[in-house]
């Protein structure tokens, strides 16, 4: 029982309430409704409560606007991680130029380190985009890590059920046509490794959003609270499942938390397109309590800029050469 645990991480992406309505192509995004005054505290809490300090991905638009000031400065005062999360999240950020993606990341981070007086050193991107040139630019802002994979193959199935439920102009249809990603990109590696960038300082590690092993399925907790509608039982044993997977491939685990985990039907209702979406929020957290309790038992938990720290340290990771997401490099 001595035995040191695993070393894995956490971090939750902090959409806010426009940036889903913005994705979903809902109006009223424009003026960026809020939910942050409510989710932060809770969230706050929740974390304090079990001892753990994770990465926060924050939206720089979130941060330019005074209504989120305290909230979002809150985080950073209980000594998470900041981490940015674009400025637009806009998931076809892989589209951009090289000047918009330069723009689109000075400013996050101006409006982020203002905001929370941390400069971000990580970085995930909107919808799991991302593109050698935004890697290149990470690279040159000093960034150390960036965690924008999710190997799947279940991407264009995601991605297929999006445009059935959504309606869409046409050209709205076109920035969205890679959304949620590509079959290949199932087989990215799982395991962290070191990007070699052309001209870079092959520094930038990746730290993929895990699926489990071998299957390359998504298990963050969004899964499992939508799973846990049909079967808690299903729920329990495919998430305890994944992670043992993850220990027999030697897989350091990183886990996705985002901010539906924590609202219920009772704190929204505009967003009740969303999965999982018919519970109230105090039920959701006691779900999520067990998930992440299962996960703090059986590994340590850190935010994501100590598991590149560590990374770096055992100085065995495999490196890779991004490949062309797209051919798209002009402007949407
Ligand atoms: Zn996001």
């Known amino acids: 029982m001595s035995e040191k645990k695993p070393l894995a991480s956490m971090s939750l992406d902090l959409d806010n309430q426009w940036s ?58 209980a000594g998470h991680e900041i981490g940015c999360h674009s400025f637009n999240h806009e998931p076809w950020l892989h589209l951009y130029s090289e000047q918009q993606v330069e723009q689109e990341i000075t400013l996050a981070e101006e409006h982020i380190e203002r905001v929370t007086g941390k400069k971000p050193i990580g970085f995930r991107g909107p919808g799991y985009s991302f593109s050698s040139t935004v890697l290149r630019v990470l690279d040159r802002h000093g960034y150390q890590y960036d965690a924008s994979t999710l190997p799947t193959f279940i991407g264009p199935l995601a991605r297929a059920y999006y445009f059935m439920t959504t309606k869409l102009t046409p050209e709205e249809k076109e920035n969205r046509k890679q959304l949620y990603g590509e079959l290949r990109d199932g087989f990215q590696p799982l395991r962290p ?99 992440i309790s299962t996960y703090t038992n059986q590994f340590t938990v850190v935010p994501l800029r100590k598991q590149a720290h560590a990374l770096a340290n055992e100085n065995k990771m495999s490196t890779l050469v991004p490949r062309l997401r797209s051919l798209g490099g002009n402007a949407p």
């Open 20 to 77: 889903y309505m913005k994705t979903h192509a809902d109006s009223g995004w424009e003026s960026f409704p809020s939910y942050l005054d409510v989710l932060v505290p809770r969230v706050l809490e929740f974390l304090e409560k079990r001892g753990l300090k994770i990465t926060f991905f924050i939206v720089g638009q979130d941060a330019a606007l005074e209504k989120n000031y305290a909230a979002l400065r809150s985080i950073a005062d």
């Open 193 to 291: 490794y070191r990007w070699q960038l052309d001209g870079g300082s092959d520094g930038l590690i990746e730290i993929p959003v895990t699926t489990m092993p071998v299957f390359k399925i998504p298990f963050h907790v969004s899964y499992i609270l939508y799973m846990s509608r049909f079967s808690p039982f299903l729920a329990r044993f495919y998430f305890r499942f994944a992670l043992e997977m993850c220990k027999l491939t030697n897989t350091p685990p990183s886990l996705l938390l985002h901010p539906l985990d924590f609202l219920g039907c009772d704190d929204l209702k505009e967003l009740s397109f969303f999965p999982a979406m018919d519970l109230p929020g105090e039920k959701k957290i006691e779900l999520v309590g067990e998930v």
